[in-house]
């Protein structure tokens, strides 16, 4: 079989903060925004300038069987962004009041992690 990875989708808590933070920090553009009849929630499209790949927020209103306690990550690791200049990302990050939780250096590498409004881990590399 040959299949060919398009997107990846997160629950979110709150629609408006999360396309908020991913348009306003990481410069993601809204490519769609849907009512899913089927599921009662709402799902937006985000997508870098550069990159193929989307980013689908997905949101459902409480008491909504798909409302779940929320568990920040739910087996989801992290999310990559690569960046021009990690130090003045993470300043933009600190302004926008997401402090950096992880600062990792390797010997030719260095790469740090914020949270989304959701508390999923967000890695940002050069």
């Known amino acids: 079989m040959k299949a060919t990875f398009l997107y990846t989708g997160i629950r979110v808590k709150n629609m408006e903060d999360s396309v908020r ?3 306003s920090l990481l410069g993601m553009k809204e ?3 849907n009512r899913i009849e089927a ?7 985000l997508k870098s300038a550069e990159g193929g790949q989307e980013l ?3 949101y459902y209103p409480k008491g909504n069987k798909h409302a779940t306690k929320y568990a920040a990550g739910e087996g989801l690791d992290h999310l990559a962004f690569k960046v021009e200049d990690l130090d003045r990302a993470l300043a933009e990050f600190a ?3 997401h402090r950096t939780v992880l ?3 390797g010997s030719s590498s260095r ?3 914020v949270k989304d409004p959701n508390g999923i881990w967000i890695e940002l590399f050069m």
């Open 103 to 105: 600062e990792v250096k």
């Open 56 to 58: 689908e927020l997905n």
């Open 111 to 113: 790469w740090a992690y």
């Open 95 to 97: 302004k926008a009041g």
């Open 31 to 33: 490519t769609g925004r």
């Open 21 to 23: 933070f991913y348009t």
């Open 39 to 45: 599921t009662g929630g709402t799902v937006v499209g």
